[in-house]
């Protein structure tokens, strides 16, 4: 990473010298340099900032940067947004994109999004079609759930510094 | 030798030109060589896998126009893992369009020794990215910093583009690597078809009167503001036109709207888009000269173009220029339109020496693509490097390090009757040793001993078991009492059946076994052993020095020719106290350095983890000619009971038992692998992400965050890797133990307890699956400090055989 950083260094430089900015920043360049073809590893990315978040999104599950577009339907967010909202919204956003779904973009070690079912159901379909038995022990619905009041307390407690979260635990275990 | 070139971009684009147009030239030339075997590859982003191409269609598609570009995927995949040590990776074209990062592939096929040779046109996304689109410099930016790192070989279109990778491998602190020049040729591969019409518009513009011609695309690097100045200035009033032969680019809003705004436009300014071949031909031939004010170029196509035509060029002074264009060119100070100016007017004024110009260019010969090609093709060929140690015909002696005496004289008796071509022994041992090994051993081997006493020669004993081997194998390397070439062993290693030398040496080349990457070899995880340590310490070593990095610590025998062997010990001196694994480091030298005497292959060893479930191996034998000898496997209840410690005539048969009940373990392995791996692609596919088992430990406090299920495959271990973070600054552990309930909290399985050490982030843990057809809880349990922090998950069991 140590070379990928130095020429990073250089051409920052040479742009500044034209008066030119870099079209991502060095943390965003050095993230995808890592990762394979539309995949990101949302381990990564937790300490990056809204903006580099923003650009390593794109360029590890799209492999390409943000456009006018994007950025654009973005910056309002960027600004305005808690960290942990904007990036579920962000994240949701590319990886039920029929774009990453073409490229079969991938988000490992995800701590932000809350997991939604995509249309495909191939695992339960596949179950029915092969076991029987364990089918029927898995009562396997088609239809996607009801999102009910634990998955949005769940969201709601995701969203909770440490220390407001400890004490959630601790409240729920004294009950 | 086999030569694998990338050419994904030129099936994807939709119309040929610029690199893609050299990539067809050169590699339709190449294909046609017999001393180069090409595998053409096409990249399929869904699957991530490179797809082999079909090559007769490809040149029928790309010479002769016949078929569809979609016809030329075979489908047929092209596993990475079977590229040998002497195969090249050639890149030609303009890969870091591609989504496969060259930081991401150009690492694992150095791992495997493959050549890795790569065809850069220019560097001016590193050199002047002010003139490059966002998108451009930062994929440029990836690929240039990977083939700076790992290529054996960069061919160039210039010299001027070697040399400005030179000085900026100076500028990084890497060491230069070398190059070739090709040049590239001008007898493109394009008739064209007297029924192409010229563009009348075209026609229209030429026939205005004597013009200065542009070709290329309008973008700030082309400099065509200068040319338009100088024109504004004077030459209009003199009488000459200008003509812009190409598309708009990008960033030039401000020169296109001057073009479309100016008041000679179509009068004596034309912007002509969109021309095909046979326009862009006539104006070549047409024009008074070409003017190419170009702040940087890779090669200066149009040059060339004009000097084929009989077109006088005049062209910016940089030094790419001044190669490419030689005495051929007049040259200009591409930062005053003065200068362009008046370069045009001593012609204008002095028509002698315009005629005189013409004349010269007449003389000019391009380089043709059939020589191109040739370079090319001999420079792929030129990497490949003779060993100067000549392989032998026969290898008679094995070497063994050894303490313990009845151990190797319970294994010698499968050495003596599988191995025939073994006469002698090198045994590097303890003191005593030799005196108990004459009294005690009555077989037809030759022995002759290296003590430590020998080896040793007054240097201290390394503690550590792992150091102290590498430590004495380096020692008996310098001994003449070992062949040039010879068997390394260890005392716990058996053939299993009669084998010949070609295990060992086949067509030539030695073969060697490997059995993982290093860079993926994660020991155990909760506590390393000198093993692991071992690993990391040569993965960390074999990176370093940019060498070859596959585990070849396949406990079974290998060939080891003790003059390379010995060469790593002059180039890396301080190796031998460093404890690293000679076998790994031996055979990823040679890997790199002598690719054409080496053939890596899938190890061959049974027992090896001990047990499958032991680690999840990444690498399968294709064949088991060894045992990993564990006296404890025929332990009444392990894989081996009932089966003979000892060797005896006939025992082939029964360890021809012992391959098929290994194997049907393994297959039970592979088989829940596989269950869990389906698992994580279905999971995956359903919610958008991989499923995560994490833990955030805090001092009074333990976050775990677990899959909203899981799947796993019945009586089978699944490893589950889990992801740790922790605030805490301690050497200190916890346990993370797990156990399987049903819904009435009835517990099924109580799982095993490890103990992890708090910093360690990232580990494995081993889930024993119960009988199938189960819907359960899987729980997770942390303690910690005499806290106790669970979490819990629904659990499926598959049974086997779905």
Known sequence: MLIYESIYDLVEEKMKANDQTMPCSKEAFLFSAEMEPGVCDGQKMIDMENETFFEAAFMGMLNRLPDASAIQGWEAKLKTSSPDVFREALLSSIIFSPEAVLIGSQLRNNRVIIPRLREINILNEYIVEHDKDSAALMQVKKSEPKVGLKDKLYKIYLKLPLSLRVLVHKILRRN | MKVYIDVSNLIKVSFVTGIQRVVREVVLRLLKREDLDIILMNYNEEYNIFEQVDVDRFVLCFEDNIGDKEQLITGKGIDLENLQPEDVFFDIDSVWNLPLRRSVLLPKLKRRGVRLVVYVYDIIPITHPQYCHGQ???????????????????????????????????????????????????????????????????????????????????????????????????LFEQGLNLVFVGRTGWNVEALQNRIDQHRLLKKQLFHLKGMNDATVDYLYKHAYCVAFPTYNEGFGLPIIEAFQRGTPVLASDIPILREVGGDYCDYFDLTSWKSFADALRSWIDHPEQYEERKDKIRTYEPVTWDAVADTIGDALLSIKKESPYPIPDRIRQMVYLTARVDDLLAALPFVEHFMPFIEEL????????????????????????????????????????????????????????????????????????????????????????????????????????????????????????????????????????????????????NIKTKGYSDWSIYFNYLTTYYPEIIANRPYATLAWPGTPSGWDMTVHPEQLLFENYYSELYDDGEIFEGFSRTYYDGIEHENMEKVVRYMNLQADHDYARMVYRTYCENYEMQYGEVPMFYLNLAEDDCVIMIPRYVMICELNFTRIPIIAETSIQTDGMYELSYRILDYQDLVLLDGDCMSVPVSQEKYELAIKGIYGGIKGILEITVRYHEREYKGFTKLFVIKKGI
């Not at chain 2, 210039?158 to 990778?165: E, G, R």
């Not at chain 2, 078991?465 to 062993?489: G, P, T, Y």
């Not at chain 2, 070899?521 to 993965?539: A, E, N, Y």
């Open chain 2, 136 to 234: 451009t410099i930062y994929k440029f930016m990836n690929y240039i910093g990977a083939y700076l790192q790992y290529a054996d070989l960069i061919m160039a279109s210039a010299q001027s583009t070697l040399d400005a990778i030179d000085e900026l491998l100076k500028q990084l602190g890497l060491p230069s690597i070398p190059g070739v020049v090709s040049w590239l040729g001008a007898d493109f591969n394009i008739q064209i078809s007297e029924e192409e019409e010229i563009a009348p518009e075209a026609v229209e513009a030429a026939e205005t009167g004597r013009y200065v011609l542009m070709v290329g695309t309008i973008e700030p690097r082309k400099n065509h503001a200068l040319v338009l100045d100088a024109f504004d200035h004077k």
């Open chain 2, 426 to 573: 090198v045994l590097c041992c303890p003191d005593t040793f030799p005196d108990q090994m004459r009294e005690k051993y009555q077989g037809r081997l030759k022995l002759l001993f290296l003590t430590d006493s020998e080896l040793l020669a007054g240097e201290p004993l390394p503690e550590d078991h792992a150091m102290r081997n590498f430590f004495l194998r380096c020692q008996a390397m310098k001994s003449e009492k070992l062949d040039d070439v010879f068997i390394m062993a260890d005392d716990d290693y058996r053939p299993l059946y009669p084998l010949s030398q070609s295990v060992y040496l086949d067509n030539g080349k030695y073969q060697g076994y490997y059995c993982y990457s290093l860079g993926e070899w994660k020991g155990d995880q909760s506590t390393p052993t000198s093993f692991d340590q071992s690993m990391f310490r040569t993965r960390d070593f074999l990176e370093e020095h940019g060498l070859a990095s596959l585990m070849f610590d396949s406990h079974m025998p290998q060939v080891i020719d003790r003059r390379i062997f010995q060469e790593i010990l002059q180039r890396f001196p």
